[in-house]
């Protein structure tokens, strides 16, 4: 069965430490594997996007990492910033587009002052 | 440039009624995807139109059917709605997804509540 799974299901951190968000997957073939940032009531923004070939990919203070041999992702987030809290969703394509697109549930962060 | 949009922002039904979501792609795109996300939950994929067909589709009822204009904006629309249909209902637009980096430009969302 394909599935996504991340972890923890929920984050309260400090604003400026780091933190690393996991992401499980067992969806087969793979085709892609994309992390998003979803603030509460709105649509999902793209944060990173990687291939088989890829294993890691930045974006400003996001690193995403992926090993495909044990099917498994992390999101690191660098001096978070209050502007980080939001839900972070992990999706894993058997095939590009909407075909076969598993979302994970998500990993509630909360920045604090 | 204008990225996706979505219509009504928020949306109050009763069970039993029928309704209607509007979807514009992004500029460049042509192919829409709609989910369905619960409250706490990740966005769960109903379908997606490419050319005007339904290309794929979720596992959902027959009572979500969409449409896909030539301009290619798109419609969702539930009928008979349940209680459980309450959701944020989030449309994705892309490129024609044949390729492994397409990346989904997701709208605002609507929000629906059944009542």
């Known amino acids: 069965k394909n599935q996504v799974e991340q972890s923890p299901q929920s984050l309260i951190i400090l604003e400026g430490k780091n933190c690393t968000l996991q992401?499980?997957?067992?969806?087969?073939?793979?085709?892609?594997l994309r992390w998003y940032k979803q603030d509460t009531g709105r649509g999902p923004v793209s944060l990173t996007i990687m291939t088989f070939s890829e294993n890691t990919k930045s974006n400003g203070r996001y690193t995403a990492t992926l090993d495909a041999d044990t099917k498994q992702s992390s999101l690191h987030i660098t001096a978070s910033q209050l502007s980080d809290s939001a839900s972070y969703i992990c999706?894993?394509?058997?095939?590009?587009?909407?075909?076969?697109?598993?979302f994970g549930a998500g990993t509630r962060l909360f920045v604090k002052a | 440039d204008a990225g996706v949009t979505q219509s009504p922002t928020h949306l109050i039904k009763t069970r039993g009624q029928q309704v209607t979501l509007r979807c514009s792609p992004k500029?460049?795109?042509?192919?829409v995807s709609w989910y369905q996300q619960a409250l706490g939950q990740g966005p769960q994929f109903i379908f997606q139109y490419y050319e005007e067909e339904e290309r794929q589709r979720g596992n959902f009822p027959d009572r979500f059917s969409g449409h896909q204009f030539p301009n290619y904006s798109s419609e969702l629309n539930v009928n008979a709605l349940l209680l459980g249909d309450s959701a944020l209902y989030l449309c994705?637009?892309?490129?024609?997804?044949?390729?492994?980096?397409?990346?989904?430009?997701f709208g605002p969302g609507t929000r629906l509540t059944v009542l």
């Open positions: 999706v894993v394509s058997a095939h590009p587009g909407g075909f076969k697109t598993i």
């Open positions: 994705a637009s892309s490129g024609n997804g044949q390729t492994d980096t397409d990346t989904q430009y």
């Open positions: 500029s460049g795109h042509d192919t």
């Open positions: 992401c499980n997957y067992t969806v087969s073939p793979f085709s892609n």
